[in-house]
């Protein structure tokens, strides 16, 4: 069975530092894909940043960055200049090629000022 | 392009009750996807629906069931509503396999 797991429930930063949020997952599958989710306080979830397990190459926007470790089944989330607007619930998320989706139970990440 | 859209956004029910919620998806997706998100249990997986069929079913009783229409819009279902119902259903929608999900604000749904 899939399963993804983020074992960091609450998180803090300092506004323009760096944080990384930890996300592990178990597959026997060889193809599929990850995802961080952010849902803001009250409002929408919405991607943050999307990998492809078959390329190498770690996925970039802007000031969010992945480290995608495959072997590892690791896929943590790096935000580089942490901003007040970061504050969110931080979700990782993987699809199987059944494609279903599988969602950690999430990191609760606040910026402070 | 208008994204995902879901009715009503509020729901105040009693136990016993049933409800209806309803779930409209970004133009041109397929498929849509209902989740419950509580404090405790985090996101949990409900059901996927594409083209009118469903494709996966998450563990939840009976009592929670979905439909989608010809034009991709869906429903979701709960009949006999217990307190521990109450939560956010989000429903999320993609275009097709592998492609990413895309969600709307959700309903608040509270049984009394």
């Known amino acids: 069975a899939q399963t993804v797991t983020q074992s960091q429930p609450e998180m803090s930063v300092q506004e323009a530092e760096t944080v990384t949020l930890s996300c592990t997952y178990d597959t026997s599958e060889n193809n599929y894909y990850l995802f961080w989710y952010k849902q803001p306080p009250s409002r929408q979830m919405i991607l943050v940043i999307r990998q492809e397990a078959y390329k190498q190459q770690n996925a970039t926007e802007n000031r969010f960055s992945v480290n995608f470790q495959k072997a590892a089944k690791s896929f943590s989330l790096k935000i580089s200049d942490s901003q007040l607007g970061d504050t969110a619930m931080y979700f990782c998320a993987f699809i199987d090629p059944g494609n279903q989706f599988y969602f950690g139970t999430g990191t609760s990440l606040t910026v402070i000022p | 392009k208008a994204g995902v859209t879901q009715t009503p956004r509020y729901l105040i029910k009693t136990r016993g009750q049933q409800v209806t919620l309803s779930c409209s998806p970004i133009?041109?997706?397929?498929?849509v996807s209902w989740y419950q998100q509580t404090p405790g249990q985090g996101l949990q997986f409900l059901f996927e629906y594409f083209s009118e069929t469903q494709r996966n079913k998450g563990n939840f009783p009976g009592r929670f069931s979905g439909r989608q229409f010809s034009n991709s819009r869906s429903e979701m279902n709960v009949s006999t509503l217990e307190l521990g119902d109450s939560a956010l259903y989000l429903c999320?929608?993609?275009?097709?396999?592998?492609?990413?999900?895309?969600f709307g604000p959700g309903t608040r749904l509270l049984v009394l």
């Open positions: 133009s041109g997706h397929r498929s």
């Open positions: 999320a929608s993609r275009m097709g396999a592998q492609e990413t999900q895309y």
